[in-house]
T-cell receptor
């Protein structure tokens, strides 16, 4: 069946611009997560949504980062006024219970 | 919050040998421990997981052990093959039976040589 999909696969932007990253979770999965993976590093939790509950935003590094999940399905991660340190791979995952299934990620490069 | 440490950062083994990767966690409330394999340019793929009510779990050539008292868990790969070469991540969360964020280790790059 279809897995988690993310778009775009690559995004190059200039410092100061806003970017939007999209995640389509596996159908039926009630939880959706965003993680960030800097070059050669582990995965850093950003935010997660669980059903209709308020999202856990405890991992967002600054107020330039925000995310929403519309209709309990698709999610968009928005980074405003991008900085060079925002360059990383942004990974989305979804789950029904514990097991999280990851998408291929969006590689963001801020010039 | 939870902190997960992972060792070694790189591991090179000959084909057919075993590989062991070890992780420790800090939060005794953590109760779910997955392992992920990440190949170049791809997202992490879940390969095996263990819950805190179990001490060991095996799936073909892969096994995971958990010591709750010592707060450490390990991944064992036997009869390694070249296709096992990848980066492996351990993780921990508090969400048995429910969704919960994962705290990841820093990864182990495994290289299986012929």
């Amino acid at each position: 069946g279809a897995g988690v999909s993310q778009s775009p696969s690559n995004k190059v932007t200039e410092k100061g611009k806003d970017v939007e990253l999209r995640c389509d979770p596996i159908s039926g999965h009630t939880a959706l997560y965003w993680y960030r993976q800097s070059l050669g590093q582990g995965l850093e939790f950003l935010i997660y949504f669980q059903g209709n509950s308020a999202p856990d935003k405890s991992g967002l590094p600054s107020d330039r980062f925000s995310a929403e999940r519309t209709g309990g399905s698709v999610s968009t991660l928005t980074i405003q006024r991008t900085q060079q340190e925002d360059s990383a791979v942004y990974l989305c995952a979804s789950s029904y219970l514990n097991e999280q299934f990851f998408g291929p990620g969006t590689r963001l490069t801020v010039l | 919050g939870e902190n997960v440490e992972q060792h070694p950062s790189t591991l090179s083994v000959q084909e057919g040998d075993s590989a062991v990767i070890k992780c420790t966690y800090s939060d005794s409330a953590s109760n779910y421990f997955p392992w992920y394999k990440q190949e170049l340019g791809k997202g992490p793929q879940l390969i095996i997981d263990i819950r805190s009510n179990v001490g060991e779990k095996k799936d073909q050539r892969i096994a995971v052990t958990l010591n709750k008292t010592a707060k450490h868990f390990s991944l064992h790969i036997t009869e390694t093959q070249p296709e096992d070469s990848a980066v492996y991540f351990c993780a921990a969360s508090q969400g048995t039976g429910t969704a919960s964020k994962l705290t990841f280790g820093t990864g182990t790059r495994l290289q299986v040589t012929l």
